[in-house]
């Protein structure tokens, strides 16, 4: 097995690096590397940043948000966890009929952990759990030439950060009889048989899964230039993270100085499809002007303050400042 290390935080060069890898490189063998970020939320493929994430938290506390190329949860990476990736050339013959396989690639990680004296277990789907609490969800995608699998390591995230900066879907938390993501989460370093720090657990991790005498990838000066570049147009680009949200409907309502205000809004591709107000106030401008004006811009809360800054300085609606029209707006987002 090649191994790549690397030291960046950021995960946009990772995604642009396995992406790159399985696209670019035709890899003969097996590869893994094992990686780390700042405080980041990673949204999985197909999923609505706006339901997952707790999107003012992570704005006031400047935590970078990314996108996968793979589908799954979102998941919380910082400096106390780590991040894995196996890509592996595909089989020869007809790729039509793959399917995904979680277990090839988790069994490697749980044999390591156990050999590190650490209980991991795979669950029915695609988390390693001890004693029934999650310390990494995988997921898997196949592109080029290549399949990635890639995981997550809870050994010391900071799990209250996790718990205010996620938003899991609520038939989740309901259907396991849970009250947080928290609450179903662990950290590896409690059940570690030393007192390890993070460093020290992901070099007998390393050692385990690659062996005393690992076969080294290396990057060019061209690879990197070229991983640098697709992070930059794909991965850290505002269409890649929010434009990929799916199409959502929303009504906000607020009691105001002014009267109820209601807000029906539709969402496509991150961008306003319609924007209709409802209420008992009272306004001396055409709303519908208005409404017109938001169709075609980006649902965003600064977007929207600085549409209104440039097209709409006075309050449109009496005794409801634009401010608090905006507040509903992006009400519990």
Known sequence: MLYLPTDSLDPNYYFALEEYLMTQKALKEDLFMI????FTVMLG???????????????KDQVAITRRNTGGGTIFTDRGGWQFSFITPRPQGDK???????????????????????PAEMNSRNDLMIHGKKISGNAQCFKGNSILHHGSLLFETDLTAMANYLNPAKHKLISKGIKSVKDRTTNIKNYCPDDWD????????????????????????????????????????????????????????????????????KVEKGVIQSLLFEGDFFSTHDLRDFEHSVKGISFNKKTMQDHFNDNYPQDLIHNISNQQIIDTLFKDL
């Open 96 to 118: 039509r009929h793959e399917a995904i396989n979680f277990e090839r690639f988790m069994q490697s990680i749980i044999q390591a952990l156990q050999s590190l004296g650490i």
């Open 198 to 265: 993070a460093k020290t657990f992901k070099d007998a991790l390393v050692k385990e899964i690659i062996g005393e005498q690992p076969s080294y990838f290396h990057l060019s000066e061209a690879d990197e230039l070229a991983v640098q570049k697709l992070k930059k147009e794909k991965f850290e680009s505002w269409e890649w993270v929010f434009g990929r949200n799916p199409a959502f409907s929303l009504v906000n309502e607020a009691v105001l100085p002014g009267g109820l205000l209601k807000l029906h809004c």
């Open 35 to 38: 990686w780390q970020t700042d």
């Open 45 to 59: 493929n197909y999923q609505n940043a706006y339901v997952e994430l707790n999107l003012p938290e992570l704005e």
